[in-house]
């Protein structure tokens, strides 16, 4: 069974960094990209970010471009997001996502929980 | 880039047919495949169409997709409509550039 949880969601105030994780299981962790996608309070959804299987791609969205970095590690069946000069418009619960395939994030098929991110001071 | 745009809400029977549509503002929509994902309240997002139009396993088949080049627009029709259908529906695509676009999402209530 496809597992992904995330965690490292914490209230931070605003000019701060968060390191978000997400453990993969059930799956073989190095075929597949994967995405960070986000949802602020009542609102939809946002992509964040996505990754390649061997991070040879990283494409981000305009909104986080050069505050945030996306990284894995397939050793550890991980993945990472490293959030720089948060603001109050990044609070959010994040999900990490898996892409179907492993050179292209184009979709998700499977999705974690969530971790809760509050930037406020 | 481009910009999606759904319905905020839609509302139908138990037992109807809904369509929640999602209308791309530039480029065409056939040229990058459309998924749609289904999130009840305080749950994660699940896949119900993906490739425009094809269902993942354990999907019932109330639920299609659809894709329209002359309205440039996408659509999710759902048929036989239960009340566990009610949820936000969110329709995605992609640009050249590999940015993954969201819809705003569609609140489907079933009364």
């Known amino acids: 069974e496809v597992q992904l949880v995330e965690s490292g969601g914490n209230l931070v105030q605003p000019g701060r960094s968060l390191r978000l994780s997400c453990a993969a299981s059930?799956?073989?962790?190095?075929?597949?990209?994967m995405h960070w996608v986000r949802q602020a309070p009542g609102k939809g959804l946002e992509w964040v970010s996505g990754i390649t299987w061997n991070s040879g791609r990283i494409d981000y969205a305009d909104s986080v471009k050069g505050r945030f970095t996306i990284s894995r590690d397939n050793a550890k069946n991980s993945l990472y997001l490293q959030m720089n000069s948060l603001r109050a418009e990044d609070t959010a619960l994040y999900y990490c996502a898996r892409a179907p395939h492993s050179s292209v994030y184009h979709r998700a098929d499977y999705w974690g929980q969530g971790t809760l991110v509050t930037v406020s001071s | 880039n481009f910009m999606l745009t759904q319905p905020r809400s839609v509302s139908e029977s138990p037992g109807k047919t809904v369509t929640i549509s999602c209308t791309r503002n530039n480029g065409n929509i056939a040229l990058n495949y459309v998924q749609w994902y289904q999130q009840r309240p305080g749950s994660a997002p699940t896949t119900v169409i993906y490739?425009?139009?094809?269902?993942p396993s354990g999907v019932p088949d109330r639920f299609s997709g659809s894709i329209d080049s002359s309205s440039n627009s996408a659509s999710l029709t759902i048929s036989g409509l239960k009340t566990e259908d009610e949820a936000d529906y969110y329709c995605?695509?992609?640009?050249?550039?590999?940015?993954?676009?969201f819809g705003g999402g569609t609140k489907l209530t079933v009364l």
């Open positions: 059930g799956f073989t962790f190095n075929d597949y990209a």
């Open positions: 490739d425009d139009n094809q269902r």
């Open positions: 995605q695509s992609y640009d050249t550039s590999n940015e993954v676009i």
